[in-house]
Nanobody
């Protein structure tokens, strides 16, 4: 059974950091690009970052560039999103997905809540 499970969300003060994890089971992550997406209340889901399967190229939304870092550990079948200098506008449910950067995402996790507030 193909499954993606996010973890690491929580409540953090502005300027703080969190590291999200996306663990895969039932398939090998290194065959897929992994993307992180987020959806805030009342807003559409947006792409945050993506890491390719082929050469590990990374992509970031302008809103998180310089603050977020995506990485993958194929040995652990896990992808991470390190989030630094968090802002209240980063508050959202964060999802990871397996597929292809800029294309389709057939597999999705259930999401993890990130709340940035003082």
């Amino acid at each position: 059974q193909v499954q993606l499970v996010e973890s690491g969300g929580g409540l953090v003060q502005p300027g703080g950091s969190l590291r999200l994890s996306c663990a895969a089971s039932g398939f090998t992550l290194d065959y897929y690009a992994i993307g992180w997406f987020r959806q805030a209340p009342g807003k559409e889901r947006e792409g945050v970052s993506c890491i390719s399967s082929s050469d590990g190229s990374t992509y970031y939304a302008d809103s998180v560039k310089g603050r977020f870092t995506i990485s993958r550990d194929n040995a652990k079948n896990t992808v991470y999103l390190q989030m630094n200098s968090l802002k209240p506008e980063d508050t959202a449910v964060y999802y990871c997905a397996a597929g292809r950067c800029g294309s389709s995402w057939p597999y999705w996790g259930q999401g993890t809540q990130v709340t940035v507030s003082s």
